[in-house]
């Protein structure tokens, strides 16, 4: 890199730091922070923590209430519902990697041209950002599953693209700013080619509102995906994902309610310890929230 | 102004074209057409394929893909959506009335959205950092964690079933109430917080300063003087929340048996009857295009500082 | 000018007002009106364009009525005929029909509108999804106002039975000829209940037709109608189904056997399970793509599933696990034939038949000649096929075969059966004649998978043209013997769809084909 003396300077690193004392002082980015870190223990261990096999269906046993055999009774076709809920961590946290892995690169990578490319390949992209918008990401969902055939994978690949403007957007207008400032002035001055003064000095200063951003649009895209089996285009059976358990069982909610809490409080609380955590860092990373 | 206003609805024409392309092409995609979804499964014997064809013929679905857009293009510059394959009827026929519908589903709910998210954001930026804050925007947190479909539910359990004060079928002028908060707690909560925020930073700004020490009373301040303005920069996120609002309506829509464009949008998918699905797509962009532009008009006028440019 | 800040928390207030009063018009019913349950807003309301469940139930209890009636023992009995001839050629069958009925319009209902119904499907323009149906059906004639003459190209023994469908229901001519393309939002029939208002998608509302002369005499009313009318919601959610039984903004409704589970064992709501259903859960396979294409195979899978346990699963218990290839309820099923070639639940035998067809057990998951045992399943979503399917996967499992499963909705699920990507497949089917099984399981099938086999091609052939009952049903018997012999499907279940009836709303009554005896219906004062 050619300007490394002003990536010194300017890098994210040292602001880092400050940072990770500031979440530690945020009480409810600690409590964010704590329930996503027990779902990862939970996804990586689920086969040693879980009582049951997941899939292991007891047809006679259905819909048994909560017992000392069964932490939170069994579902519609008897299947252990503690074990469900381990298991479907991995679910919940694959579909939040991928479809945030989706809007954001994708969304940065768009936002990041329009907002230091020439007007033209602005107004393009800009249009292309307009068209995603307006078109309701529902139904963008339902195109997609439509084409490509109901799976998992195609749902969340629809989701992450309906979450693409939100990213383009957001990246667009703080390169827009950042590009009026000093240091990119400077790093112009010196000679950097455009990519270098992109990629080497824009795009680390877009990246704390990229990350508050990612903190709140992920959990988002996770409750979207959830919703696409309540048209029946979600994960396919038996999966324990927790969405597609919801909504199967949500009939019960009226006499076997445990098998629609399970889903529904898992859902609910994981989505929530990743919208506090983003509260949290967004205290820290956007002062005049202090 | 006027020239502004002209060069945004120019920049309209782009986007509603792309939206059109894009759903021909995947259309092209879709490896049925409403034709045969409706008669797959019922049809048998020999007449079948002939039926299916004649009727496919009739619909231009024998055509390629380029060729039905220009032919739904000059139906459009007639003004004429098309005709919907599974319900024997005008699109525009079958839209209107659910569309009238949905407006007053996602406008009820943005009302509520907007009485819930601006009374917890101005109490929680007047009692900032106390256990009301807290509790506010946990609570707040908490709504937009839950599934709209699973909350929906809840509501009807709590009161239609138990409290028995507000109806299941939509009957009458209280059915509205179940499903427009269901779909309005979801912007609630980031109405509430934008408005914290905005209100903390107005509070510190030197004219409000000013009329502290001039005497005024806290809640004189709050409301005459603080709120206005942070309401501004609330409206701009009302117009993004807009398209949300149309989005999340399908599912609140399903659950309520809420006739609208969503509940229909589901349907005609499924139907794949794509002069149905085309018409709420258009519909549905045309109107959030419309709105976030009324939205960034009103705040151009709102803040005289904001210079409008296309 | 408005000053900016008026603006803003004057149009706040008054937009918040505005919207939370919501402007929807209240419904104005006077008199005995019952609310009862749709689960789709039907695409339309004639039959000869659309032959969907929810059209046929609409039209058919309320709206429209047949020249026969199926008795409770599944045999024809006149309703708007008076009687019928079938020649001893069995290709022409002569209807006399009864005088003195009228459609709602005040056109008067004769052999003419008879011949003008099967025209309308007949007629190539209308791409009536009713024609396969009556398939040999070649030319209709009223010769005078009372008589309707049926020609056909081969002996057709369904025809009779198929009267008392719905599908064949009849309209006003008038009205048809009239309002052309918009008939099927206007339908005007010779029903108890004649059409007032559709509120599209919401509901459809339906008032008494006072001149209703009701000619089927097994119905407990013979005049006008009790109620002053009935109102159909439009209620997708099973859920909230149950709550509106609850609150008792409806009278009635059909739902799953989940959502009943709230209101039984309360007094307010009779329960009752349909246990005359037609319909039958089964699995077939891609015949041309091995191991499908190997009796042996298929013979195994077959043994591997617990019906029991499907049904628990899918319907809570409600209905019967099927042995045989025709649904218990229509008429032909033979017994004796299921169980005797049948194929109950036996893993064991299931596992050993594996064994020597030459799949060996590797590590779970069985392979024959370095090919493992895994296949795709597909079917349409819905919790009772998805639970269904989770049974029968563990099932597979358990013997080593292992399945995966893909659920999609019907616009996608069918056509995908028509493409070579997947292996079997989860339907279900609701007929009331034999002659279904020619309509799925004869050569080359619903899927054009099946190849021709003299051995159960024959029986159906016949049992579709012989006239005479008795002999018909050996032949129908005959068919169910070699589909089973063949193992072509797995037979897994009927279920029996429950309606939950409100303790006011009395004489709710199903006839033999599932058709409600709407004018019998009255609300307790």
């Known amino acids: ?290 | 102004m006027a020239q502004y206003v002209g060069r945004r609805l120019l920049l309209l024409v782009p986007v509603i074209l792309g939206i059109l392309l894009v759903t021909f092409l995947m259309k092209a995609l879709i490896p049925t057409d409403a034709v045969t979804a409706m008669y797959q499964g019922q049809l048998s014997g020999k007449s079948a394929e002939k039926a299916i064809a004649a009727l496919q013929a009739k619909y231009h679905l024998d055509l390629p893909w380029y060729r039905q857009l220009w032919f739904y293009l000059s139906d459009l510059a007639h003004g004429n959506l098309g005709e919907s394959v599974r319900l024997h009827k005008p699109v525009s026929a079958v839209i209107g009335y659910r569309y009238l519908n949905t407006i007053m589903l996602t406008g009820a709910a943005l009302a509520i959205a907007l009485v819930l998210g601006l009374t917890t954001g101005i109490v929680a930026a007047a009692k900032r950092n106390t256990w009301l804050d807290v509790t506010a925007t946990t609570i707040g947190l908490f709504g937009i964690s839950m599934p709209a479909f699973f909350f929906g539910l809840l509501l009807i359990l709590v009161f239609s079933v138990w409290l028995r004060i507000l109806p299941v079928v939509p009957h009458g002028p209280l059915a509205i109430v179940l499903p427009a908060f269901a779909l309005g707690i979801i912007e609630a909560a980031p109405l509430s917080q934008v408005t914290r925020s905005s209100m903390i930073d107005v509070m510190r700004r030197d004219y409000i300063q000013a009329a502290r020490a001039r005497g005024a009373s806290e809640l004189a301040l709050t409301i005459r003087h603080a709120l206005p303005n942070a309401l501004i920069v609330v409206l701009t996120i009302v117009g993004l929340q807009i398209g949300n609002l149309l989005g999340g309506a399908f599912i609140v829509e399903t659950i309520f048996s809420w006739h609208g464009i969503g509940e229909l949008a589901v349907n005609a998918i499924q139907w794949r009857d794509f002069a149905l699905t085309q018409a709420i797509i258009l519909v549905s962009a045309a109107t959030y295009l419309m709105v976030n532009l009324v939205a960034d008009l009103l705040y151009a006028w709102l803040d005289p500082r904001v210079e409008l440019t296309a | ?525």
Request: charged share 20%; aromatic share 10%.
């Open chain 3, 1 to 525: 000018m408005l000053d900016r800040r008026q603006f803003l928390l004057g149009s706040t207030a008054v937009f918040g007002a505005l919207a939370l009063t919501g402007i929807v018009p209240a419904l104005a019913q006077s008199g005995k009106v019952a609310h009862m349950r749709l689960t789709i807003d039907p695409e339309g309301l004639y039959n000869v364009q659309s032959i969907s469940l929810v059209v046929s139930d609409v039209l058919g209890n309320y709206l429209v009525e047949s020249l026969v009636y199926l008795d409770e023992d599944g045999k024809a009995q006149p309703w708007l005929a008076k009687s019928w001839n079938v020649a001893d050629d069995g290709k022409t069958v002569t209807f006399k029909l009864k005088d003195g009925k009228t459609f709602h319009d005040g056109t008067k209902f004769d052999a003419a509108a008879v011949k003008f119904h099967f025209d309308t499907i007949m007629d190539p323009q209308s791409a009536s999804p009713s024609k396969g149906m009556i398939e040999p059906l070649s030319k209709v004639e009223a010769p005078d106002g009372e008589t309707v003459v049926f020609h056909f190209s081969k002996p057709f023994a369904p025809f009779i039975n198929l009267m008392a469908l719905s599908y064949f229901g009849f309209n006003s001519p008038t009205a048809v000829k009239k309002e052309g393309d918009s008939y099927a939002r206007n339908p005007v029939g010779t029903g108890p209940f004649m059409f007032d208002n559709w509120v599209p998608g919401t509901r459809i509302e339906l008032k008494r037709f006072p001149d209703f002369k009701q000619y089927r005499p097994d119905a407990k009313n013979q005049g006008p109608a009790h109620l002053d009318g009935v109102v159909l919601d439009v209620l997708a959610e099973e859920g909230v189904v149950t709550s509106a039984l609850q609150t008792g903004e409806l009278q009635a409704a059909e739902l799953t056997a989940d959502a009943i589970l709230p209101l039984k064992g309360d007094p307010q709501f009779e329960i009752t399970t349909d246990k005359n259903a037609k319909n039958l859960m089964f699995l077939e396979f891609d015949y041309k793509k091995p191991p499908f294409n190997d009796h042996d195979f298929r013979d195994a899978l077959s043994y591997a599933i617990d019906r029991e346990s499907v049904l628990a699963a899918a319907y809570g218990g409600n209905g019967k696990i099927a042995l045989g290839p025709l649904s218990r309820g229509i008429p032909g099923y033979d017994d004796s034939v299921a169980q005797k070639y049948g194929t109950p639940y036996d893993p064991e035998k299931a596992k050993s038949l594996l064994d020597a067809a030459g799949w060996k057990e590797d590590g779970g998951v069985r392979a024959k000649d370095g090919k493992k045992a895994q296949f795709s399943v597909l079917s349409y979503a819905g919790s009772t096929t998805e639970r269904a399917l989770a049974v029968i996967q563990a099932n597979f499992a358990d013997v080593g075969v292992k399945v995966d499963v893909s659920t999609s909705d019907w616009g996608s699920f069918y056509p995908r059966l028509l493409k070579p990507t997947w292996d079997m497949d989860l339907n279900r089917w609701t007929w009331p004649d034999p002659n279904v099984m020619s309509q799925l399981f004869r050569s080359p099938g619903h899927r054009q998978l099946l190849r021709a086999d003299p051995s159960i091609d024959e029986p159906l052939d016949k049992a579709d043209t012989t006239l005479d009952t008795k002999k018909r049903m050996q032949y129908v018997s005959d068919a169910q013997k070699a589909i089973l012999e063949d193992r072509r499907i797995v037979p897994l279940i009927t279920d029996w769809p429950i309606t939950v009836v409100r303790e006011e709303l009395e004489n709710y009554r199903l006839d033999f084909t599932g058709r409600l005896y709407s004018a019998d219906l009255d609300i307790a004062a």
């Open chain 1, 1 to 290: 890199m050619t300007v490394a003396g002003f990536d010194e300077e300017i890098t994210v690193i040292p602001r880092w730091r400050r940072i990770g004392g500031h979440m530690l002082q945020s009480r409810a980015a600690c409590v964010g922070a704590t329930i996503l870190l027990i779902l990862f223990v939970l996804a990586l261990f689920a086969p040693w923590i879980a009582p049951y096999d997941p899939f292991k269906i007891d047809p006679i046993h259905r819909l048994a209430a909560p017992s000392a055999a069964h932490w939170i009774g069994t579902d519609e076709v008897g299947r252990d519902l503690a074990s469900r809920i381990i298991y479907g961590t991995r679910y919940f946290l694959l579909i939040c990697l991928v479809t945030a892995a989706i809007s954001s690169s994708i969304g940065t990578l768009l936002g990041l041209l329009a907002g230091a490319g020439s007007p033209l390949v602005d107004g393009v992209i800009m249009r292309f950002i307009d068209i995603l918008l307006a078109f309701p990401y529902i139904l963008m969902v339902l195109v997609v599953v439509a084409v490509a055939g109901p799976s998992l994978w195609t749902g969340m690949v629809a989701v992450g693209i309906a979450g693409i403007p939100g990213y383009a957007r957001l990246v667009r207008s703080t390169v827009l700013t950042v590009r009026q400032e000093d240091y990119v002035t400077v790093a112009r001055a010196l000679g950097a080619s455009r990519r270098e003064i992109l990629f080497g000095t824009i795009l680390p200063n877009v990246l704390s509102p990229l990350i508050v951003y990612l903190a709140f649009a992920t959990p988002l895209s996770a409750l979207i995906a959830s919703a696409l089996s309540f048209v029946g285009l979600g994960a396919q059976p038996p999966a324990p994902e927790w969405g597609a358990m919801l909504v199967n069982s949500r009939t019960y909610l009226f006499s076997a309610w445990w098998a629609v809490a399970a889903p529904g409080l898992a859902l609910c609380i994981s989505i929530f310890g990743m919208n506090i955590l983003g509260n949290g860092l967004r205290d820290v990373l956007d002062p005049r929230n202090a």
